[in-house]
């Protein structure tokens, strides 16, 4: 029998080998922000150490609110106290902010235009849990929601940019959360993170990777692979899924490269849709592949072991594109 | 049991009146709606806000007043009929109830209405938001500023409602009251049948809150209550409920005499004799 790999899931790391990591970026990124807006305040639902609250918790204990697991009241709070001239950021896992606390951010903070912004860490697979833990369909339960803007941060550059950014949108804002040691990648690239903005983060002529979340990362590692094989991997990052930038995109996927879509999320009502959404409604029939989780619920296990059978690791990028090249 | 002063009282009666009164106008000109609620929460309304909430009638976005959040959006007509009584909005605009580009919709929304603090109609909301009103206004050193909350007692079936009620213990909020209408009917039947949510003194001194409960529609004792929770409004103290048993449709006999009370349809010629018995109501009380 063989040894069994550490699954750790709760705390496994998205980090690839040999890519540089920032601690905790969320955390330190909220207490610059409150440093010079005492309008600042953080919520969380028993979950601060997990989602790099409890780094604001420990600067800001007057300015920090443990709301117990309670998602419900959490969000209508963040709402109220958004209503009285403050800027909530609420934390809990993507699984409760979305499946059981949907109606409270949809009718408290969404509907009236509040400032109420919501970083949800464990979206799509970054556990190993199974379905209770794996926010598959995050993007999807939320895109349909009015107002409310969507980011899904590639890096710790982006999770630091977010940050101010969603406390500037005068309305509510769902973040896709990287917590813990987080990779850095974006750093090496000529990129700026603006709000609902794609960005090509590195030009290429054979393919084009559309890509959101922790899959900009492991395509632009694919990216560096794939050279290898002499294909040259174009990568765009849309670190704003709603509202989303057609614009940018169908400009870059209707041209004569393969081009894929690759998103930490079920293939249903996410990332691939709403690229097909933006070609079809301009009359294009590019195909477009999309690499993404099954409609199925995830198996528990190691997260870089279900990463690899679910297509979503490096190596599985790379051989994905290749096969696609045929 | 009274101390309150004969003219005080006769004031918020007025008030009480003149609400019941548009009540009845907007469900005339709809021809329905949640009628009964409305004439039974009269009472606590007038008291609200012809008595006791700080507001500014011509300013509603003042950011020194009260906050008094209807949870229950369906008595959104109740609310609007407070809010003219209180001068916030026209009261011949009362008449636009639940048409096409009102101001005034059948379900109560923040969005649409001047002086209305949430988007209510899913219910279990309101305390929640409460909580976090009463909160942020403390941590900004404005905890003398009350956060009020009107809730229905079908609303205590919701879950949340009890998260927002643990809650506001937890963090002491001495500057919210929780006002319960318990008129005993929800959408599926009496209270008690669908779910029961008795003893609720018990339940609410449970989770730590303060608690009163009184006849809501005995004015006197709904300025009590009032003046009692205000007195007692600490900002680090225990939030308070006042738990108000009030009777569906209350002041309008041919109204009370109905059976679907939850949400009423009137015929044409009711509504005259609904208004002249309830106009007579208020005089004889006068006498």
Redo the contacts between chains.
Sequence with gaps: MSQPKRSAAMIASIADAGVKTTSAPFGHALNALAAVDDRVVGLTADLSKYTDMHIFAAEHPDRFFEMGMAEQVMMGAAAGMAAVGLVPFATTYSVFATRRAYDFLCLDAAEPGLNVNIAAALPGLTTGYGPSHQATEDVAILRGMPELTIFDPADAVDVEAIVPAAAALPGPTYTRLLRGHVPRVLDEYDYTFEVGKAKVVRPGSDVVIVSSGLMTMRALLAAEKLAEHKVDVSVVHCATLKPFDEETVVAEINTPRLALTAENHTVVGGLFESVASALVKRGIGKQVHAIGLPDAFIEAGALPTLHDTHGLSTDAVVRRVLAELG | MTTIDQQRLARVAEAAYQIRMGVLEQGEAQGEGYVGQALGIADVLAAAYCDKLRYRPEEPEW?GRD?FLLSIGHYALALYAALAAGGVIPREELLTYAADDSRLPMSG???YTPGM???G??L??G???????????R??G?GDQLVYNLLSDGELNE??TW??A??AN??RLGNLIAIVDLNGLQADGRTETVLNNEPQQDRWAAFGWQVQRIDGNDLAAVLTAFDVAAANAKVDGAPQVILCDTKLACGVPILESKEKLHFLRVAAEEWPVAKEQLTAGYQGQEK
């Design positions: 950011d906050r929304m923040a969005t603090e949430i988007s109609g899913s279990g909301h305390l929640g938001q409460a909580v976090g009103m009463a909160l942020g206004l941590v900004q404005r879950g949340s998260e927002a643990m809650s937890h963090f």
